[in-house]
Every structure is written in C-alpha cells, then in structure tokens.
C-alpha cells in the first residue's frame, strides 16, 4: 500500500532488446520485481525494430506503438547509437497514454524494488527532478542509464525538445550523458541521493541491501542475479 501526503503515480520503463542474451534478462525482470507492481506503479519494456519486424508491425521509422499492453516498439536500431531514440521515442507515447508523477528507466540490468522505490519518491520534488547515481563525462554530469528517475514535467521538456538533443552516441556520449548534458544546460541539475547496489552474482550474497530500491548487475547478462535479489527480499519479508 502506498500512503503519503498525495496520491503518487509511477510509470517505469525498462530499456530492452530481445537479442544477444538480453532477452532472458528481460524475462527475468518480468518474473521477479516486475511480476506483481505496486497498484500505482505500471512496467513497461522499450524496444527497437527487430522487435517490430519479428512480429511484423511496420511503423514509420520514428515512429512506436504499444504492443501487448504494456511493450513500447520504436523504429528505431537496436544499437547503442540509437538507445536515446527509443528512449525519447517512448517517453512520447507515455506521455500521452499515462498519467504519472515520475518516471523511471532502468535498463534490463536493474532489479528495482517497486514499493521501496516508491517510498523514496514520496519525499522527492514534483517538477524539474532529475534523479540516480550521478557521474561525470567530459564535464558533463549526468545521471547514469542504470536508472535514471525523472518528474513528469522534465520528460515533457525533453520530449518538446527532442531535436535539440545529441543522439548519435559518438565518442562515449551515449543515452545517459546526452540527457544529462541536455538537462543541465536548461536548468535541471542532476540530484546525487538515488540509491544503487552494484554487484555481480558471487558478489550478492555479501552486498545485497534490503533497504535500498536498486540492485545493477554491472555489465553482466546473467539473469539468474534477478532472482537471487528477489529470494533476498523475499526471505527479508518473511
């Protein structure tokens, strides 16, 4: 149950591809913190075209469509270089569809406790909030792609100003640091308090936290780290 001062909204959207091994990370986000949300809370997974084109939905290139209820297709490659333009893409069509607060875009690497997320963001700022574990690039600071938390009124303006973003990811500047330098340069400065454990599978026994919304498996595709995370909650819970 969710309590606090106003009746908050959450929408997260998880960056996902079906190929390469991520697609088992994806079901095992889909079986473990994202199976039963939290009534304010809706998941939704972020696609490219190979998804589009497996299931034979033909879009205009930048253009998504909801498929299946809860999975954002874009045309968009599924490569590095474009995970802005699926991004941007899909904060578009959530805007238009769901009424939330704050959104939240972890990628398939993250396990995201929903109710102590939500609870984090009962005492967080309602507009121009920006959000997780910060870093720095070429004097750019920016919130890293792991889980980056955003009020709605920011992903509005990013959506109003899509084309005056930098998307091609050359040279490091990938989805995470072209926001943040985006953001930054119109005023959102990136908040440092987001919480996130960063470990692999032999690491989780020792560095598993029970009280903090974000486990990220570093750059492994090992799925089985979902559901060692959730076994954890769920015997903390027992």
């Avoid at 589009?52 to 879009?59: F, S, T, V």
């Avoid at 995970?83 to 769901?98: C, R, Y």
């Avoid at 396990?111 to 070429?138: H, M």
């Amino acid at each position: 149950m969710i309590t606090g001062r106003w009746k908050m909204r959450t929408v997260v959207l998880t960056l996902s591809n079906e190929e390469n091994g991520y697609d088992k990370m994806v079901q095992s986000c889909r079986d473990t913190w994202a199976k039963n949300p939290p009534e304010n809370t809706k998941v939704f997974y972020n696609y490219g075209e190979t998804f589009l084109q497996r299931r034979r939905i033909d879009i205009p290139p930048g253009h998504c469509t909801i498929v299946n209820d809860d999975c954002i297709g874009c045309m968009a490659p599924e490569s590095y270089g474009f995970l802005l333009a699926k991004t941007i893409m899909a904060f578009g069509v959530l805007l238009q569809t769901e009424e939330f607060d704050y959104l939240a875009r972890p990628n398939c690497g993250s396990y995201l406790n929903l109710d102590l997320l939500n609870k984090f963001l009962e005492s967080a700022p309602r507009e121009k909030y920006y959000c997780g574990k910060t870093g720095e690039w070429n004097g750019i600071t920016y919130v890293s792609g792991s889980c980056m938390i955003f009020s709605r009124d920011v992903i509005q303006m990013m959506v109003d100003n899509a084309d005056k973003m930098h998307y091609d990811g050359r040279g490091g500047k990938m989805d995470d640091v072209a926001i943040g330098e985006f953001l930054t340069s119109n005023g959102i400065v990136p908040c440092d308090n987001g919480e996130r454990v960063m470990c692999e599978e032999h690491e989780i026994a020792g560095r598993f936290d029970g009280t903090c919304y974000h486990h990220h498996f570093k750059g492994t595709r090992n799925s089985k780290c979902h559901h060692l995370i959730h076994e954890r909650f769920a015997m903390e819970t027992a």
